[in-house]
């Protein structure tokens, strides 16, 4: 397993953007596929977006296609999450998770970050 460090999250108002960031201190996940999870109060955890250890493919919910980017840094051992025209709908804990196959099913990632809260207003 990875130990993952999330940061980025915060609150900010809808159209506004963030940017998670998701760090491996002291560990290379750079042959991992790496995917962002998010999980609103009273509702399960859902997929938001994953890109393969090469940074050449990527997935994403349909909820976020065309506002979120996914993006991984391997020099600096870091994934992105870039987020725009921010909804309030967005407003969940974003949690960060490695797995060794190209997966948008949680069950199949074993190592996972401790979430950061994001926030949208209205």
Excluded: H
Aim: glycine residues 10%.
């Amino acid at each position: 397993q990875v130990q993952l460090v999330e940061s980025g999250g915060g609150l900010v108002q809808a159209g506004g953007s963030l940017r998670l960031s998701c760090a491996a201190p002291g560990r290379t996940f750079s042959t991992y596929t790496m995917g962002w999870f998010r999980q609103a109060p009273g509702k399960e955890r859902e997929f938001v977006a994953r890109i393969n250890w090469s940074g050449t493919l990527t997935t994403y919910a349909d909820s976020v296609k065309g506002r979120f980017t996914i993006s991984r840094d391997s020099a600096k051992n870091t994934v992105y999450l870039q987020m725009n025209s921010l909804k309030p709908e967005d407003t969940a804990v974003y949690y960060c998770a490695a797995t060794e196959i190209y997966s948008g099913s949680s069950a199949t990632y074993k190592s996972w970050g401790q979430g950061t809260q994001v926030t949208v207003s209205s």
